[in-house]
């Protein structure tokens, strides 16, 4: 009993399926990669729709969001672990019209909010143009902006990947990071939203998680919840990192994370880190 409590790591509230052209495998398989990676839950956030034919190479046709809610839910009656019905809706200027009562209509469990885009800069891609590695600070001025407006909206549940342009350029300083991060950070706190610890950073060239941990701890100041997530882009990556992740989270001050349905949150305690050689140190209650 005290292993199988110990070994379990928050929920994956990020991971995404073939729909979005750059990700590989079901729903279902994403589930069925959980119990392996000692997750107890996950949710799929495949990247959403647009009417507009915003980024549409890196997203499933609105067409196609019919059958992403019938993978999502064979993977809810097949899977060994609950899957969640998420979504990673763009935030960008005028989405909001399209989105709000898009969202509205179906029923998620929780909405990721990310900016993948300002006007010029874009991801997974190059950076578009140079001018945004002549001048980082712009980027870093505008993404947070950017991120303030997402908050405001109040369409979406958890930032994703909140320092997502350190993928492509240097963090600033951190004076200037915060500086520039504060009155973002106030704004998702007066949302009551989250922000998530998400893992992909430590694969790609930052080699740490979204966000760095000063932001991380500016966060948890500002009284903002946190989540967990791989951003699992193949069923192999489901809880990558999380480990790592868990520790940056109680090195912030965090004791929490939130766990989400039908878009109402409760704050449940964070797993104790997994003991070492727990067989050896917990007397064995032998039951026979
Ligand atoms: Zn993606
Ligand atoms: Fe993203
Ligand atoms: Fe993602
Ligand atoms: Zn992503």
Same mark, same amino acid.
């Given at each position: 009993?005290?292993?199988?409590?110990?070994?379990?790591?928050?929920?994956?509230?990020?991971?995404?399926?073939?729909?979005?052209?750059?990700?590989?495998?079901?729903?279902?398989?994403?589930?069925?990669?959980?119990?392996?990676?000692?997750?107890?839950?996950?949710?799929?956030?495949?990247?959403?729709?647009?009417?507009?034919?915003?980024?549409?190479?890196?997203?499933?046709?609105?067409?196609?969001?019919?059958?992403?809610?019938?993978?999502?839910?064979?993977?809810?009656?097949?899977?060994?672990?609950?899957?969640?019905?998420?979504?990673?809706?763009?935030?960008?200027?005028?989405?909001?019209?399209?989105?709000?009562?898009?969202?509205?209509?179906?029923?998620?469990?929780?909405?990721?909010?990310?900016?993948?885009?300002?006007?010029?800069?874009?991801?997974?891609?190059?950076?578009?143009?140079?001018?945004?590695?002549?001048?980082?600070?712009?980027?870093?001025?505008?993404?947070?902006? %950017? *991120? !303030?407006?997402?908050? $405001? #909206?109040? =369409?979406?549940?958890?930032? @994703?990947?909140?320092?997502?342009?350190? +993928?492509?350029?240097?963090?600033?300083?951190?004076?200037?990071?915060?500086?520039?991060?504060?009155?973002?950070?106030?704004?998702?706190?007066?949302?009551?939203?989250?922000?998530?610890?998400?893992?992909?950073?430590?694969?790609?060239?930052?080699?740490?998680?979204?966000?760095?941990?000063?932001?991380?701890?500016?966060?948890?100041?500002?009284?903002?919840?946190?989540?967990?997530?791989?951003?699992?882009?193949?069923?192999? %990556? *489901? !809880?990558?990192?999380? $480990? #790592?992740? =868990?520790?940056?989270?109680? @090195?912030?001050?965090?004791?929490?994370? +939130?766990?989400?349905?039908?878009?109402?949150?409760?704050?449940?305690?964070?797993?104790?880190?997994?003991?070492?050689?727990?067989?050896?140190?917990?007397?064995?209650?032998?039951?026979?």
């Amino acid at each position: 009993m005290t292993d199988v409590f110990h070994q379990v790591l928050p929920p994956d509230y990020h991971t995404h399926n073939h729909l979005c052209k750059h990700a590989e495998g079901e729903p279902i398989e994403y589930g069925r990669a959980a119990p392996a990676a000692r997750v107890p839950h996950i949710a799929a956030t495949d990247h959403c729709p647009t009417d507009d034919r915003y980024g549409s190479d890196h997203r499933m046709a609105l067409e196609q969001f019919d059958s992403y809610l019938t993978s999502v839910a064979e993977a809810r009656a097949g899977s060994p672990v609950p899957v969640l019905l998420g979504i990673e809706a763009d935030y960008y200027r005028g989405c909001e019209r399209f989105l709000g009562p898009w969202i509205e209509r179906h029923p998620f469990d929780l909405v990721l909010g990310s900016v993948h885009f300002l006007n010029f800069w874009g991801h997974p891609v190059e950076p578009r143009g140079l001018s945004d590695r002549r001048d980082p600070d712009v980027i870093w001025m505008l993404y947070f902006q %950017r *991120v !303030g407006e997402l908050a $405001d #909206t109040r =369409l979406y549940d958890i930032v @994703a990947h909140l320092d997502l342009p350190k +993928r492509f350029i240097s963090l600033p300083p951190e004076s200037r990071l915060r500086e520039l991060a504060l009155p973002a950070l106030d704004r998702i706190a007066a949302a009551g939203m989250a922000i998530e610890i998400n893992t992909a950073g430590l694969r790609h060239a930052p080699r740490e998680c979204y966000p760095t941990f000063a932001l991380l701890r500016w966060a948890r100041q500002c009284g903002i919840g946190i989540t967990f997530g791989s951003d699992a882009h193949q069923p192999a %990556r *489901v !809880g990558d990192g999380f $480990d #790592t992740a =868990l520790r940056l989270a109680r @090195a912030a001050g965090y004791t929490t994370s +939130r766990h989400y349905v039908r878009r109402a949150w409760s704050e449940i305690p964070l797993p104790e880190p997994a003991p070492i050689h727990a067989r050896d140190t917990v007397p064995s209650l032998n039951l026979g």
